[in-house]
């Protein structure tokens, strides 16, 4: 398995912006798709977006669309979230994921997780 693990998360005005990252060591990270999670208090985790070993493709929830951008670099072992125009909704503990999976199927059978990190937004 690859290990991960996530920094970046803090306290942010709505509005502002936030990067996430995320640190992969262990096995061949271009063998894996790569997706951030987030799991808010009293709610279930959900998939905020994904994107493929290549970087080619990604996929986001609605609620994150034209405002989140996943990247990711393979010389790096590194995976980006870029967070902008955030809102008290998105305040959640951010976390990262690696699967061995197209990205239209990512999150079904996740291989690792990262501790995750807090992200908190004030109105």
């Known amino acids: 398995q690859v290990q991960l693990v996530e920094s970046g998360g803090g306290l942010v005005q709505a509005g502002g912006s936030l990067r996430l990252s995320c640190a992969a060591s262990g096995r061949t990270f271009s063998d894996y798709a790569m997706g951030w999670f987030r799991q808010a208090p009293g709610k279930e985790r959900e998939l905020v977006c994904a994107?493929?070993?290549?970087?080619?493709?990604?996929r986001y929830a609605d609620s994150v669309k034209g405002r989140f951008t996943i990247s990711r670099d393979n010389a790096k072992n590194t995976v980006y979230l870029q967070m902008n125009s955030l809102k008290p909704e998105d305040t959640a503990v951010y976390y990262c994921?690696?699967?061995?999976?197209?990205?239209?199927?990512?999150?079904?059978?996740?291989?690792?997780w990262g501790q995750g990190t807090p992200v908190t937004v004030s109105s």
């Open positions: 994107i493929s070993w290549s970087g080619r493709d990604a």
């Open positions: 994921a690696a699967e061995r999976t197209v990205v239209a199927m990512f999150g079904i059978s996740v291989d690792s």
